[in-house]
């Protein structure tokens, strides 16, 4: 039988062909939706990138900030948050109607690459179809797993973990998680390199429209997110939760975890899927 400490080092190992194969398969579509239109330019900031790194710009050290988007790059991301998440009402970290029959509580780490590709991917088609209509809302509760990864002490990934999942709760104290939480996907950087240091996170806060930045920065430090992020944590333990996301679905009829089998199949929920889960539990 193997050790705790193998069974982890193949749960990891196992995580990681999960998010590279996830993202090797999201990245084709992200890039039609996001860059499609400005394919020219992008090859010209490559080209520019790669005289800077030569000059001395590329042996940056870990943890320096990741490039946030600009221009007419960062006007179609936040034209997809925009329309995707337009009159759906926000609490905290819920998405759609609190009296909606249905449940989606979303277990998700800002930094993992699978949970990237599920929210920029399928979960469109889902708010469309399910939470728009008001049948289902959905819940985001955090679980560590990329950020504590094994390139940093327990210390440190805590510490960022908390710091940057923080952010985004500050965000749903004026009814903006999902925008912060969306942003921060679009625009993810590498598991594990410290990227979302606070000029990062700020830098986030500034595009998401109409955030107060003042309120932003002192809700950060409030005990009752802290408490809630802590929660979040001690349930998805308990529950021996696998990975991210971890996609709970609960109604009348009782409650289904819907992705589990499919994570080790290197993949996530599709919209029928989802949708069949919703039948089954209403």
């Known amino acids: 039988m193997a050790s705790r400490k193998e069974q982890k080092e193949q749960a990891r190992a196992a995580r990681i062909a999960q998010e590279q194969a996830a993202a090797s398969s999201a990245q084709r579509t992200r890039r039609l939706q996001i860059l499609g239109g400005v394919i020219a330019i992008a090859v010209i900031v490559i080209v520019v990138a790669i005289v800077l790194s030569s000059s001395g710009n590329g042996n940056r050290p870990k943890g320096t900030t990741t490039t946030l ?8 991301i936040l034209g997809a948050v925009n ?16 009296k909606a029959p249905v449940t989606m ?18 979960f469109p088609t889902f708010v469309q179809q399910e939470v728009k209509t008001g049948h289902v809302k959905v819940v985001y509760r955090s679980m560590c ?9 327990n210390a440190v990934n805590q510490a960022q973990f ?3 999942q923080l952010a985004a709760y500050s965000a749903g104290q004026q009814g903006k998680f999902w925008q912060y939480a969306e942003l921060f996907y679009h625009q993810q950087g590498k598991e594990g390199t410290l990227y979302p240091n606070q000029a990062y996170l700020t830098g986030l806060a500034k595009q998401v429209p109409g955030l107060n930045l003042a309120k932003w920065r002192a809700d950060r430090t409030l005990p009752a997110l802290k ?5 979040d944590n001690s349930f998805a333990l308990k529950a021996a ?16 975890i819907v992705n589990g089998t499919y994570l080790n199949t290197y993949a996530f929920p599709g919209p029928s899927q989802l949708a069949k889960a919703v039948t089954q539990v209403s």
């Open 69 to 76: 988007a600009k221009g007419s790059t960062l006007h179609q």
């Open 83 to 98: 329309t995707e998440l337009a009159g759906i009402p926000q609490s905290g970290t819920t998405l759609g109607n609190p």
């Open 105 to 122: 509580q979303y277990y998700g780490d800002l930094e993992c690459p699978i949970c990237q590709a599920f929210t920029l991917d399928v």
């Open 145 to 153: 797993t990329a950020t504590c990864g094994p390139e940093h002490s």
């Open 162 to 164: 908390n710091s940057q």
């Open 227 to 231: 408490k809630q992020l802590a929660t």
């Open 241 to 256: 939760l696998t990975g991210t996301p971890t996609l709970i679905m609960s109604g009348k009829k009782g409650t289904e």
